[in-house]
């Protein structure tokens, strides 16, 4: 066995071996934040109950369908100016596409 800087623990000083196995952190543990939609989904749930599929939305906002999957995929955040067209074009206010967290 090779010299290591630090002693190793006994197997008398480790946790037993159920105490290892048990979950740090479960889904019921995280705060409620965690669980809570991002601008992504909602955006994409808006879009869905209206029946638009992402090229139709980005046609009636003038933006690209690459965008609008970003922005759903939370890979770029809307600007202020694309929150109002997306909200004009989905016939909802702005604050439905914020979380109320933000």
């Known amino acids: 066995m090779a010299h290591l800087p630090f002693p190793q623990p006994q ?3 480790l946790p037993p071996d159920s105490l290892l196995k048990e979950p740090v952190m479960t889904l019921d543990t995280l705060s409620p934040a965690f669980h809570a939609p991002t601008p992504g989904a909602m955006l994409r749930s808006l879009r869905e109950a209206q029946n638009l599929s992402q090229v139709a939305l980005a ?3 003038g933006l690209d369908k690459a965008t609008i999957s970003d922005y759903e995929r939370c890979i770029h955040v809307p600007s202020l100016r694309s929150l109002r067209k997306l909200a004009e ?3 909802v206010p702005v604050s439905s596409l914020i979380p109320e967290d933000l």
């Open 11 to 13: 197997r008398s000083q």
């Open 59 to 61: 046609e009636q906002c």
């Open 89 to 91: 074009a989905l016939q």
